[in-house]
């Protein structure tokens, strides 16, 4: 118990010195280039704040025993030589073809929590933001949090791009999430700024911000990246203009216990 008080607390401070990091990097440039004026203490912050340590502590939890079922069914599943093939690719194409795979995993589950009623149930609450800034990207219901990045990370184990058959530690599932993790608290900010041609390449706050209008445009740019995957699967829709509002019609409560607990009811 002792070490699991220690660990713990090591978890905790480790999420505070990241969130004093985000905070130094997004604050001073969401003043400078705001998009929509709003006041750094906006309402609900400190509902998103609690909501970013358990963001942050559960999912990594939680997904502990699916993936090594995931790993177990792999090993015995899929063929060998697709492990021997991912394992022998060099580390930086092995980074990139993790990260496309990962990105269209994440669409699909991401798509999939909008377009399945009981999925939406859970995904509503991240769209309940009515002014988007850095963030927002940690408003989102554990379950919600753990089905997107267990579907994002299913189809590395599959295709051996997250388990190499050497046995040590594997720095590419961490980049990997770590890169879509960083990517999200941008991709939220509250800044105006557009990118021209790179907007077809890489995701960007325009891009993003369609997707969290209330009706018209939220079953658009899913991706979290990688707008191609968009295009592929025809969501795609970055307009030259930036959204009027954000939010959603789904009722969501305002007191965090409530929105932790309503989607888990049968009704």
Known sequence: MPHQIQTFAVDILRLCLWLVILAVVFVPLE??????EAKVRR?????DLVWYF???LLPGILLGVPMAIVALGVHHIVPSQVQEFSAGLPLGWRIVASLVV???GFYWGHRWSHEIPFLWKFHALHHSAEHLDWLVNTRAHPVDMVFGKFVGLVPLYIL????????KLDIVPL???FVGTFWGFFIHANVRWRFGWLEHIVATPAFHHWHHTRRDHIDRNYSAMLPFVDRLFGSYYVPREWPEDYGTDHPVPA??????????SPR
């Open 160 to 167: 051996g791009l997250a388990s190499p058959l050497s046995g």
């Open 43 to 47: 309402a609900g912050i400190g509902t």
């Open 54 to 56: 358990i963001s942050s």
């Open 175 to 177: 980049i990997v999430v």
């Open 102 to 104: 990962g990105e269209i």
């Open 31 to 36: 003043r400078l280039f705001t998009l929509r």
């Open 255 to 264: 007191r965090m216990h409530e929105q932790l607990i309503q989607p888990l």
